[in-house]
């Protein structure tokens, strides 16, 4: 089992940053690709950011690709998404997920989700 909690969402005008945290206990860590997902009221829940087991290779859904950065780092269980030059459409609930093999953009390939945080851009 690996047991996931983000944090790091709140309230930000539009054209501002923020910075997802999620931090991973229970299994190696290093041994897991990470991805971030996100779901807006009324919609299905959609692919941001990905990183591969080692944090050495990253992919992104295209309407984030320049904003978004996705990190992992091994030693402090952590995976991060630094949010930069948000809009009003990228408001909405963010998922870390976690998954023993490589990148993949499907939520179903993902075992372990976190329970969510909030974020909301205003503009």
């Known amino acids: 089992q690996v047991q996931l909690v983000e944090s790091g969402g709140g309230l930000v005008q539009a054209g501002g940053s923020l910075r997802l945290s999620c931090a991973a206990s229970?299994?190696?860590?290093?041994?897991?690709?990470m991805g971030w997902f996100r779901q807006a009221p009324g919609k299905e829940r959609e692919f941001v950011a990905a990183i591969n087991r080692s944090g050495g290779s990253t992919y992104y859904t295209d309407s984030v690709k320049g904003r978004f950065t996705i990190s992992k780092d091994n030693a402090k269980n952590t995976v991060y998404l630094q949010m930069n030059s948000l809009k009003p459409e990228d408001t909405a609930v963010y998922y870390c997920?976690?998954?023993?093999?490589?990148?993949?953009?499907?939520?179903?390939?993902?075992?372990?989700w976190g329970q969510g945080t909030q974020v909301t851009v205003s503009s």
């Open positions: 229970g299994r190696t860590f290093s041994n897991y690709a």
């Open positions: 997920a976690a998954r023993p093999l490589g990148i993949t953009t499907s939520s179903r390939s993902y075992d372990y």
